[in-house]
């Protein structure tokens, strides 16, 4: 019962998976502030889940660290297919400042995994990360089977 009821709520929304691999934070501040009344993230059906197995769409924020280099594999592993990937910041993109001489920092994600679409900034807006995952999302869900209506 509890499946069918998730499966109907599933069909037309996304389901974003949101993964720090290290940073300030800042990112994925700018994230819980989509689910503000301000961005009622919601009012869009996109729900935010700890889950890649059930995952649209996977959130990668902060600079990738040596103990995430395995780790973001294995995660991105997990998701369903089609694996659809967005940077948020510069940390994912370029290391930003903790791209220092000596650090262990990798550079950017999409050496590691694909990624769909770059937010730059440190931070983003709110407003830019809602749009990047309202373009990539619907044709995700669409390309599982599934319509937004």
Same mark, same amino acid.
């Given at each position: 019962?509890?499946?069918?009821?998730?499966?109907?709520?599933?069909?037309?929304?996304?389901?974003?998976?949101?993964?720090?691999?290290?940073?300030?934070?800042?990112?994925?501040?700018?994230?819980?502030?989509?689910?503000? !009344?301000?961005? #009622?993230?919601?009012?869009?059906?996109?729900?935010?889940?700890?889950? %890649?197995?059930?995952?649209?769409? $996977? +959130?990668?924020?902060?600079?990738?660290?040596?103990?995430?280099?395995?780790?973001?594999?294995?995660?991105?592993?997990?998701?369903?297919?089609?694996?659809?990937?967005?940077?948020?910041?510069?940390?994912?993109?370029?290391?930003?400042?903790?791209?220092?001489?000596?650090?262990?920092?990798?550079? !950017?994600?999409? #050496?590691?995994?694909?990624?769909?679409?770059?937010?730059?900034?440190? %931070?983003?807006?709110?407003?830019? $990360? +809602?749009?990047?995952?309202?373009?990539?999302?619907?044709?995700?869900?669409?390309?599982?089977?599934?319509?937004?209506?």
């Amino acid at each position: 019962m509890l499946d069918a009821l998730k499966d109907v709520v599933r069909k037309s929304s996304i389901h974003v998976c949101l993964i720090n691999t290290g940073g300030c934070n800042g990112c994925d501040i700018e994230v819980v502030a989509l689910l503000s !009344p301000r961005y #009622d993230l919601e009012q869009y059906g996109i729900y935010v889940h700890n889950n %890649p197995r059930e995952a649209d769409v $996977i +959130l990668v924020t902060g600079a990738m660290s040596e103990q995430w280099k395995k780790n973001l594999q294995r995660i991105y592993a997990k998701a369903p297919e089609p694996k659809v990937v967005v940077a948020i910041g510069n940390c994912p993109l370029t290391g930003d400042v903790f791209n220092q001489e000596g650090c262990k920092i990798y550079a !950017p994600v999409s #050496d590691f995994i694909p990624v769909d679409a770059e937010i730059p900034g440190c %931070p983003p807006r709110p407003s830019e $990360i +809602l749009a990047a995952i309202l373009a990539v999302g619907p044709d995700a869900i669409a390309a599982k089977g599934r319509q937004k209506p």
